[in-house]
DNA sequence: TCATTAAATTGTT
DNA sequence: AACAATTTAATGA
């Protein structure tokens, strides 16, 4: 099950996973738009998601990738709001759905589950403050790095190892760059040694370096 | 186990 | 966007 449910009792977590449902999303198709209630906090048990927005200028925005084991939404649920972003399945995906009566209790009972919410808002500051302080990315060679740095966040996806399962493509459509391009920054990122790549895989060597990349690091121009 | 084929992914133009 | 090259998966002898 969930890492987090790890933080919770036994009775907490029996509880919790009476609460969860599961749902199947095809590649390439709305989880839900921007306005939508969705009430239900949304957990990646397999597949890729993206978490981003349309700018009223039309500007598409990546606000985050979620890798299998993320979770998000809280923020939607804890306020009852709509949705502040859009949500679109990269690949096949399977999500976990915890409804809101169950999301509530827990937020209202459960020590273990508040500490695992303050951790993960607390991760996703920090990754925030990081991409306004590099402000205005147009360089794509660091959409990707930062794209990718995100996927790795050890807080928000602690898995083991240094290795994605991502194609080009996905990196493309997760960066807001054409494939082609993503496949050009991604031979840069590896020439500088950052990662390696693999069919259909991605090695980081380096996330701390991915992570402040801003395009005047190495081969910079 | 090996050969053939289909599908997916990558590298180029 | 289209094409070629390469790798992987699936199938059947």
Not at 107 to 118: D, I, Q
Request: charged share 25%; proline share 2%.
């Amino acid at each position: 099950m969930a890492f987090w449910a790890g933080a919770l009792t036994e009775a907490e977590a029996q509880r919790a996973l009476k609460g969860i449902a599961e749902r199947r999303y095809p590649a390439g198709s709305y989880i839900c738009h921007r306005g939508d209630r969705l009430d239900a906090w949304t957990g990646v048990v397999s597949g890729l998601v993206k978490l981003g927005a349309i700018a009223e200028s039309g500007k598409a925005m990546t606000f985050a990738g979620i890798a299998p084991g993320g979770w998000f939404g809280e923020g939607t649920v804890i306020k009852n709001e709509e949705r502040k972003y859009d949500v679109v399945a990269l690949r096949d995906t399977r999500l976990a759905l915890l409804g809101r009566a169950t999301f509530d209790w827990l937020f209202e009972t459960s020590v273990g589950f508040n500490r695992f919410l303050v951790r993960q808002l607390n991760e996703r500051m920090g990754q925030f403050i990081a991409t306004i302080e590099h402000d205005r990315i147009h360089d794509p060679e660091a959409r990707i790095a930062r794209n990718l740095a995100w996927l790795f966040n050890p807080v928000l996806y602690p898995r083991a190892g240094n290795h994605i399962e991502i194609t080009q493509e996905e990196m493309g459509l997760l960066a807001g760059v054409s494939r082609q391009v993503a496949n050009k920054c991604l031979a840069r990122l590896e020439a500088e040694g950052l990662i390696v790549l693999e069919r259909g895989g991605i090695v980081v060597r380096d996330v701390a370096g991915l992570a402040r990349y801003d395009g005047s690091a190495v081969g910079g121009r």
